[in-house]
């Protein structure tokens, strides 16, 4: 039998709401897509089109029954729901007014999961009726392409319902990895962990953007997409670790502020994609070919790194 509800509810149909809301139809869940705006979900059903042609080219299974409507009538969008997925701003204060407004509108059984990338779950659960009933839910983005999810319990989250979303995730195919409450969870610290680092190189220049992104993608990337830092570790040797990180550790960026390079480029309206420019220019049409340059690359490594065993 199924692990999937019957109904789920994405609240936020923002940059993940239509990923997010495709995934589970197509695992054969009756998913609605709520936002606030009427403009969101406009562009929100003009993305799911995008997002089901990139599903198709993954091979993505398909089972009966799934679909996928949108509106701005939460009550509506809640009714009969068994699964939330909250999905607003990574703002807590509006956060918290949404878990508010969930919570009034719905039984004491149903499930809320956010998708916040790094506000802590007891911190989100601290105003809540039912705060047994918050879980964390990250999915990583573009979700209908990343097979993978960070599932975090706060302190108060209900010990069953770990285990009850782990076989949600497992039923539609994808990797739950069980994780202790910490700020950012995994992914996002050991990403900025990375980021940190590339941007002190890029401060003190040592090396340009184009070389440490080739750098980046080939000398770390391409292994770790096969193999993970501490399989890594051993395949290297515990030795050697041991002998590089006794003196290169020191040396590494331990700054706790953010980058004074990304301040400038902020001051300067140089935003990345969304402004023209950032950490590289693009000219007229430069970001939507590089857009569709990268979702044909994670296609790609989509496909050919499903089918290679977990090593």
């Not at 499930?111 to 990583?140: K, Y």
Request: glycine share 10%; hydrophobic share 45%; aromatic share 4%.
């Amino acid at each position: 039998m199924s692990s999937l509800p019957s109904i789920a509810t994405v609240v936020g149909s923002g940059t993940m709401g239509p990923g997010i809301a495709a995934t589970l139809a197509r695992a054969g869940v009756t998913v609605r897509l709520y936002d606030i705006s009427a403009d969101a979900i406009a562009k929100a059903e003009a993305a799911y089109g995008v997002v089901q042609n990139v599903l198709e080219a993954v091979d993505s299974p398909s089972a009966p029954g799934g679909s996928v409507s949108f509106g701005t009538d939460l009550d509506a969008a809640l009714a009969d729901t068994e699964l939330i997925i909250e999905a607003v701003p990574e703002k807590l204060e509006l956060k918290r007014s949404v878990l508010a407004d969930l919570e009034a509108r719905i039984g004491a059984d149903v499930i809320i999961a956010t998708n916040t990338s790094g506000i802590p779950i007891t911190t989100m659960a601290e105003s809540m009726t039912v705060p047994g009933r918050l879980i964390g839910m990250h999915w990583s983005n573009p979700p209908h392409l990343i097979p993978m999810i960070e599932i975090i319990p706060g302190q108060a989250t209900d010990e069953a319902l770990v285990g009850k979303l782990t076989e949600i995730v497992k039923s539609f195919n994808y990797v739950p990895v069980l994780e202790k409450e910490i700020a950012g969870f995994v992914e996002n610290r050991v990403l900025y962990a990375i980021l940190r680092e590339c941007m002190a190189l890029l401060e003190e220049g040592i090396v340009t953007p184009e070389g440490l992104d080739a750098c980046v993608k080939w000398g770390i990337g391409y292994k770790l997409s096969v193999i993970g830092p501490t399989r890594l570790l051993d395949m290297a040797g515990l030795d050697i670790y041991q002998a590089v990180s006794s003196y290169l550790n020191k040396e590494l960026d331990a700054s706790t502020e953010t980058p004074q390079l990304i301040k400038d480029k902020i001051a300067a309206g140089q935003l990345g994609f969304k402004s023209g420019g950032g950490m590289y220019e693009y000219g007229e049409g430069d970001v939507d070919a590089k857009r569709k340059e990268i979702i044909t690359g994670l296609i790609a490594a989509r496909k050919t790194l499903s089918s290679i065993p977990n090593v």
